[in-house]
Nanobody, 114 residues
Framework: VQLQASGGGLVQAGGSLRLSCAAS????????MGWYRQVLGKQRDFVAL???????DYGDSVKGRFTISRDSAMNTVYLDMNILKPEDTGLYYC?????????WGQGTQVTVSS
C-alpha cells in the first residue's frame, strides 16, 4: 500500500486548507483511512478517521472545525480544515490500518501563522 499526501501549506489563523491522500496498492473502499499530525519532538496525535461505511471520528481539538471525507472509487481521503489555529501547525500523516499492519503516508506540512 502506498499513500501520497498533498495539500499542506502556510495559512493565516482563521483560514482554511484541504489535505488529500491518495492510496494505491492492496486497499479497498472498505478500509478505514485517516489522519494524524505531529509536531517536532512530540508524539503523533490523532486527528480524524473515516470508515469504509462513511462513519467519521475526530480528535477533540479539531471537532467542529475539520471534516474528513473520502472518494471510495479513487481510494482518496480528504481533510477539510477550517478556522485554523496556530496550534494546528504540524506534519500531517495519512494512514490506513490493515490486518497486515498500519501504512503511513510521507506527511504534508501545515503551518498556521498567528
Amino acid at each position: 500500500v502506498q499513500l501520497q499526501a498533498s495539500g499542506g501549506g502556510l495559512v493565516q489563523a482563521g483560514g482554511s486548507l484541504r489535505l488529500s491522500c491518495a492510496a494505491s496498492g492492496s486497499i479497498s473502499s472498505r478500509n478505514t483511512m485517516g489522519w494524524y499530525r505531529q509536531v517536532l519532538g512530540k508524539q503523533r496525535d490523532f486527528v480524524a478517521l473515516i470508515t469504509g461505511s462513511g462513519s467519521a471520528d475526530y480528535g477533540d481539538s479539531v471537532k467542529g472545525r475539520f471534516t474528513i471525507s473520502r472518494d471510495s472509487a479513487m481510494n482518496t481521503v480528504y481533510l477539510d480544515m477550517n478556522i485554523l489555529k496556530p496550534e494546528d501547525t504540524g506534519l500531517y500523516y495519512c494512514y490506513v490500518p490493515t490486518t497486515r499492519g498500519v501504512y503511513w503516508g510521507q506527511g504534508t506540512q501545515v503551518t498556521v501563522s498567528s
